[in-house]
């Protein structure tokens, strides 16, 4: 099956819209019949097109270390440890990481020097246990909020259901 023509006018939407958008279309988005890295894509490629962030991706588990999987934007560092940087923490700690000025996270990675803020949501499979995280960086300070803690929560419980 092929992804759905994505015709939204973004440019045109609030956040609050545009996340109500997402959350809708992701959904529909989602291929059963192929693997979670072909749906992973799309679902960066949805947020890149919606919100235009600087970098998005996934990060997953394997063995002990958090390895980088579909993503948009610059090229990004391969592999982070358990409790590292920001995913590494999101992973340890099991919870949303919400960072407003990156040089005052200890032990923030920086992939980029234009990223500013970031927000890392963790994934878990259907069994409960943690399957990796969601990175989403700005090159603007503070652009992350409670609001985007709640709708890329929700975000990433629709993907869970194809997570393996
Ligand atoms: N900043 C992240 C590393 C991933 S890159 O930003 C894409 C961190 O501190 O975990």
């Given at each position: 099956m092929s992804a759905n023509l994505n015709t939204t006018h973004w440019e045109h939407l609030s956040k609050q819209q545009?996340?109500?958008?997402?959350?809708?279309?992701?959904?529909?988005?989602?291929?059963?019949?192929?693997?979670?890295?072909?749906?992973?894509?799309n679902a960066c490629a949805l947020l890149k097109e919606a919100f235009g962030w600087w970098w998005i991706g996934f990060y997953r588990k394997v063995s002990n270390s958090l390895i980088l999987g579909p993503f948009q934007g610059p090229v990004a560092c391969t592999t982070i440890g358990f409790g590292k940087g920001v995913c590494g923490s999101s992973w340890k700690e099991g919870r949303t990481i919400l960072v407003e000025d990156v040089e005052s996270f200890p032990g923030h990675i920086a992939c980029s020097a234009a990223s500013k803020s970031e927000i890392v949501v963790p994934l878990w499979r259907k069994d409960g246990s943690f399957w990796g995280v969601i990175d989403v960086d700005s090159e603007h300070l503070a652009h992350f909020d409670a609001v985007d803690q709640i709708e890329l929560e929700k975000f990433c419980?629709?993907?869970?259901?194809?997570?393996s």
């Open positions: 545009r996340y109500d958008q997402v959350n809708s279309q992701v959904i529909g988005l989602i291929d059963h019949s192929v693997d979670e890295i072909a749906n992973l894509a419980r629709s993907l869970e259901i194809i997570l």
